[in-house]
């Protein structure tokens, strides 16, 4: 089979629950520079990974096995792929 180079962005937040005191400062912020309304901001992080394989399958597998040992701490945090 011939590789294939697939784009993928992997998103990681914090689960629901968890405290995420860098998201409440940044809400704090945004309020003390007059963006009225906000009432909640958490944040999390972004992977954008080219890699090859042979199908979208594989990719995908492959994206979930980074995130499950690397990207994502699954203990306190969610991840979501998608891939381009």
């Known amino acids: 089979m011939s590789m294939k180079t697939y784009s993928a962005r992997v998103r990681v937040t914090l689960k629901r629950g968890v405290l995420d005191?860098?998201?409440k400062a940044i809400?704090?912020?945004l309020g003390s520079l007059g963006f009225a309304g906000v009432n909640q901001v958490r944040q999390g992080?972004?992977?954008?990974?080219?890699?090859?394989?042979?199908?979208k399958k594989q990719a995908e597998?492959?994206?979930n096995a980074m995130c499950e040992k690397l990207l994502a701490n699954t203990?306190?945090?969610?991840y979501?792929?998608?891939i381009d």
């Open 45 to 55: 992080k972004t992977f954008d990974i080219n890699l090859d394989a042979t199908s």
């Open 80 to 82: 979501a792929v998608s």
């Open 27 to 29: 809400e704090g912020a």
């Open 21 to 23: 005191p860098q998201g």
């Open 61 to 63: 597998d492959s994206l």
């Open 75 to 78: 203990v306190i945090e969610d």
